[in-house]
Structures are given as C-alpha cells and as structure tokens.
C-alpha cells in the first residue's frame, strides 16, 4: 500500500512556520517523498521531494525522519497565498503517484 | 516555458454523448499521467503513459474510458457513452520520469455531464 497519512486540516497565523506532518510508514528504500499544494480551480503544484536527506528550496523545506516512517513539510513563513490542500506523496519509481485527501492549510491574517 | 497545457478547460455534455479531452504536455517529458478529481478529493489516478505506450492503465474505472498519445507527445482521453457521475475535473500532468523528478500539472478540464 503506497497510501500516507496526513490530518485532514490545520490552521496557522499569517507569518508563522508551519510544519505539515505526513506517515509513510510502509516506505520502502528507493520510494521518495515528494509534497504538492493545491489551490481552488488549480491543478496541484509542486513544491518540494527527497529520497533520505533533508530538502530546502524556495517554497519550504522537507525534513525527514531518519527511519524515513514520516516527513514534514515546513513553510518557514506563512502567508496567505500558502492557504492549500497540501497533498504527501510515497513515490514508487516507474509507478503512479498515489495521492490521498491532504491536509487543508487555513492561514489566519 | 510553457507548462501543461489542457484543453477545454470546461466541457458540458449530455448524457450518452462521447467526449475527447486533450493534454499538451511539457516538451521532452516522457511520462505523462491522467488523474480525475471530484470535489473535496484527491486526484484518482487513471492512466499513465510511458512514451506512446500505457504503462498503467489499472486506474480507468470501466471500458467506457480509453487514451492514447499515438506520438509520445499529446495525450486524448476519450470518454464513450458518458453518465453524470464522470462530472469532475479531469487533470493531467507530465514528468521527466527519471528517480523522483516531479509532476506538472494543467488546470485541468471541468466536465459536467447533464
């Protein structure tokens, strides 16, 4: 089962982290964990994936355990504009990208 | 450069009718996937193209359902004989396929069979 878990919604204040937590407790070595948002009437974006060792790029940055059971997306400085569904992925290479229901981020003003 | 491009963005149909729904994908990107969205959900995969070749067609609900991308380029997914519960957003995304390289999805089509 490439399914992970994540809780359905959280809230943040505008300009605070925010940390979006994610399980995949069934990972196998070569899965990667990749993190994509989804704005109304969007199509899901990109925002950041790794194998093993922590991420950072523009948007945010991935920290992953070192058991690799679970992840966590950090937005280091909400905005409003980052209000999402945010969507964690277990990518099986050479397989589909499974996605589940998310985690609906509310940003607070 | 230019993204994934979908095309209609919205389509009204009625019901039995047959309907074609395009995706122009990212230049040079081989894998290109097709996901169908109802609301408040996540993207259920469909299909997913290798090439000109299906390489995982197991997420088509029923033979009603087919796509091809005869050039490894574009991709036309074809809906026969269609019923209301097709109306959702169909999205489609395309890939590089190599490790872990990411999706880029088009905005998807709104379909609404009446």
């Known amino acids: 089962d490439a399914k992970t878990t994540q809780p359905n919604s959280m809230e943040s204040n505008e300009e605070e982290p925010v940390h979006l937590p994610c399980n995949h407790s069934t990972i196998s070595g070569t899965d990667y964990i990749h993190w994509y948002r989804q704005l109304p009437s969007q199509g899901p974006e990109y925002v950041i994936h790794g194998l093993t060792s922590n991420v950072n790029n523009r948007m945010a940055s991935l920290a992953i355990a070192e058991d690799r059971k679970s992840s966590t997306l950090i937005l280091h400085r909400a905005t409003l504009r980052d209000a999402a569904v945010y969507y964690c992925i277990r990518y099986v290479v050479g397989n589909q990208f499974y996605f589940g229901t998310g985690t609906s981020l509310t940003v607070i003003p | 450069g230019a993204g994934v491009s979908q095309t209609p963005s919205n389509k009204v149909t009625e019901k039995g009718k047959y309907v074609e729904l395009r995706c122009d994908p990212i230049s040079g990107h081989t894998a290109l996937y097709w996901y169908r969205q109802s609301l408040g959900q996540g993207p259920e995969f469909l299909i997913y193209f290798q090439g000109t070749g299906a390489a995982d067609d197991s997420g088509l609900p029923n033979d009603r359902f087919f796509a091809v991308r005869p050039e490894g380029s574009v991709s036309t997914l074809k809906i026969q004989r269609t019923e209301r519960g097709d109306s959702a957003v169909y999205l489609c995304?395309?890939?590089?396929?190599?490790?872990?390289?990411?999706?880029?999805f088009g905005n998807g089509t709104r379909l609404t069979v009446t």
């Open positions: 995304a395309s890939s590089l396929n190599r490790g872990g390289s990411p999706l880029h």
